[in-house]
């Protein structure tokens, strides 16, 4: 990039500031990451309630620690709650499903290209207001923890599944290519 200055009475310095100013901030080439996650797809209006609250209570503590908001990943959410309604159905709980299928490779099944991926599930049965207790509970184990205040991550996906009385949340992290 070429920069000419000339003509002003500004110093060099003033006139690059001003310069800089005009300049439209950089964005990212391809989709623009909604503001808020999207609540099509998800099994109820009661499930994508609980995604968007895991989603805002995640982005509160990543605030708290000083790290930037986790952006909603639309195509992300949906591996999650496919994977929280594979649980549901077929009666597991592990990051391996039983087939043997790791977080990594459901994403890249799902055409998402990143850099950096993690996963936290959660469960629970009987549970009155699950989607605290699943952020609680993640905060207070050290792996899942780490996940949420990863810095490097910078998007994310929430999926929420329910079978009966019981819950299944998966929550992916990831870092684009």
Do not use: K
Request: charged share 20%; hydrophobic share 40%; glycine share 8%.
């Amino acid at each position: 990039m070429a920069l000419a200055l000339a003509g002003c009475e500004l110093t060099p310095v003033e006139q690059l500031e001003q310069l800089v100013e005009r300049i439209p901030p950089v964005t990212r080439i391809g989709r623009e990451p909604p503001a808020e996650p999207a609540d099509e797809g998800a099994q109820s209006a009661a499930a994508a309630a609980m995604e968007a609250l895991v989603y805002e209570q995640i982005n509160e503590i990543r605030q708290q620690e000083g790290l930037n908001p986790l952006q909603p990943n639309g195509p992300l959410a949906e591996v999650a709650r496919r994977y929280s309604q594979r649980m549901a159905e077929e009666d597991f709980f592990d990051h391996v499903s039983p087939t043997g299928d790791m977080p990594a490779q459901r994403v890249s099944g799902a055409n998402i290209a990143y850099s950096m991926v993690g996963e936290n599930l959660f469960t629970s049965t009987n549970a009155p207001d699950p989607a605290p207790l699943a952020v609680q509970s993640w905060m207070d184990s050290p792996g899942h923890r780490e996940n949420i205040v990863r810095s490097g991550f910078t998007e994310t996906g929430v999926g929420v599944w329910q079978r009966g009385n019981t819950y299944y949340f998966t929550q992916l992290f990831l870092r684009p290519l």
